[in-house]
């Protein structure tokens, strides 16, 4: 493992074995039967304790994400607010898991419904939100009654062990919540372990796929999110000032290493020229250094080889015919760390590298359409559909665009339109693999199983033998 900052080697992993795993889980399955008998205030006691001292321990944690992932401290800190949103919205535990009641469903007959939990779950988690997104899926998972084994990056993995110390200081009882470093041996004894019920799983789009094959091969319930290729479609009208504004934002944070970067901005018209120019502008304003350093703005990317892939595409996109407005490969950055400049690209066209893959990287590539059915068109032929916004002044177009686009999440000048905790996260097609979103009132039914009671309390002297199908009426 690496400080990607420094580009020094500052710890090793040691990966879990397959038995390792087996007695991981084997705990968790003994962890998993008692606390599904904890009552509902019991784990919302546990959740609301381990929320306050997330709170308090948010400078700490951020230290450490931004130590091991490279982002700045003020994008760390973000990171951990947007994760600390979701344990919350599970602290609610007593209200979203309130099931319905009919009485007198049948003459002296009432029914209704309850929601308990799978058992033993799962998550793999990447490394680009060491918190925030295992925050997603635990939270709920705890909170719903289940024992969650988390399995992290292995490129910063120490977020995790620091989320399993301050679930353990909350007084979640020992075995509900694992940390499991490893790689891919792991992963595999996970997702064929006949005591873990669910996987969640965010990463690649090809991982995604071999997770949501191979678990459900198993008969596990999976939910697995891939890749993406946000586009941000700017018309005419918008502001550009103000766009530009979202767009660089969206792009360059945490340097490009989100799955909801908006890595693609389709101009519209006439705009197109006054938004790369105002785009350009900003560039040079943003800083490249160490994430702890206050003044910088765009910390390093996670490793070497991660570094020189986004730089390859760089060097694709210029001699795929692209215009390189600014060439992040130019821009000077401090020597040893895994550093690259912000880039930006004009005339892209769809068969370019540079759009049809998730390069992961500060990179914004800018397509130019005529009109915005042709735009809307680029957006909903791309295999992915994570996020999209887009920047406008005419409601009636910003109303179109959300009932036309075939996407997940949608922003209207919003760049980054990622779910509060009490919506759920996901996109469509090759960005998500399953048909349940994360966290929210979808990641609560995903941790559950629904049961229907039936319940006739008859007067013994009425009982009688009636072989006929049952009825209502």
Request: aromatic share 8%; hydrophobic share 45%; glycine share 10%.
């Amino acid at each position: 493992m690496y400080n990607p900052a420094t580009g020094e080697r500052s710890a090793e992993v040691e990966l879990a074995s397959g038995s390792e795993v087996d007695a991981a889980v084997a705990k968790a399955v003994t962890a998993a039967r008692d606390w599904r008998h904890a009552s509902l205030s019991q784990r919302a006691g546990v959740l609301f304790a381990f929320r306050q001292l997330l709170h308090e321990r948010t400078a700490e944690l951020s230290a450490i994400v931004t130590a091991e992932h490279g982002k700045v401290l003020s994008d760390s800190a973000g990171e951990i607010a947007r994760g600390l949103e979701n344990v919350e919205f599970a602290a609610g535990v007593p209200q979203l898991l309130k099931g319905g009641f009919s009485e007198q469903a049948s003459t002296g007959v009432d029914v209704y419904s309850i929601r308990q939990p799978l058992g033993v779950v799962a998550g793999i988690t990447p490394f680009n939100f060491p918190v925030m997104v295992p925050l997603w899926m635990c939270a709920n998972a705890i909170a719903c009654g289940n024992a969650f084994i988390l399995k992290p990056s292995e490129k910063d993995p120490s977020a995790s062990l620091f989320l399993a110390q301050m679930w353990k200081d909350a007084g979640l009882p020992d075995g509900v919540f694992t940390v499991l470093q490893g790689d891919k041996e792991a992963v595999d004894a996970l997702l064929v372990h006949p005591d873990v019920a669910a996987v969640s799983f965010v990463g690649s789009t090809p991982i995604a796929r071999y997770i949501y094959e191979a678990g459900t091969a198993q008969g596990k319930r999976v939910q697995a999110l891939g890749g993406a290729k946000n586009h941000a479609l700017v018309l005419p009208d918008a502001d550009v000032e103000m766009a530009a504004d979202a767009v660089v934002s969206a792009a360059y944070g945490s340097a490009g290493e989100r799955c909801m970067a908006l890595s693609v901005t389709v101009a519209v018209g006439d705009v197109a020229d006054r938004l790369v120019d105002a785009l350009a502008a900003r560039l040079p304003k943003l800083k490249v250094g160490d994430g702890t350093h206050p003044d910088t703005d765009i910390g390093p990317l996670i490793t070497a080889e991660h570094r020189d892939k986004v730089a390859g595409y760089i060097g694709a996109g210029a001699k795929a015919g692209a215009t390189l407005v600014v060439d992040g490969r130019d821009e000077e950055v401090p020597a040893g760390g895994f550093f690259l400049g912000t880039t930006l690209m004009d005339h892209v066209t769809p068969e370019m590298t540079v759009y049809t893959d998730e390069i992961f990287g500060p990179v914004l590539c800018v397509v130019r359409a005529e009109t915005y059915e042709q735009g809307l068109a680029l957006i909903n032929d791309n295999p992915y559909a994570n996020g999209t916004a887009i920047f406008t002044r005419d409601g009636g177009a910003a109303r179109q665009f959300q009932y036309d686009v075939q996407v997940g999440m949608v922003g209207i000048n919003v760049p980054v339109p990622v779910p509060v905790a009490y919506y759920s996260f996901g996109g469509w097609k090759a960005s998500l693999f399953g048909d349940t979103h994360m966290y929210g009132a979808e990641g609560m039914s995903f941790y559950t199983r629904g049961k229907v009671v039936t319940s006739r309390w008859p007067d013994p002297a009425t009982s009688a033998v009636d072989l006929g199908f049952p009825r209502t009426r």
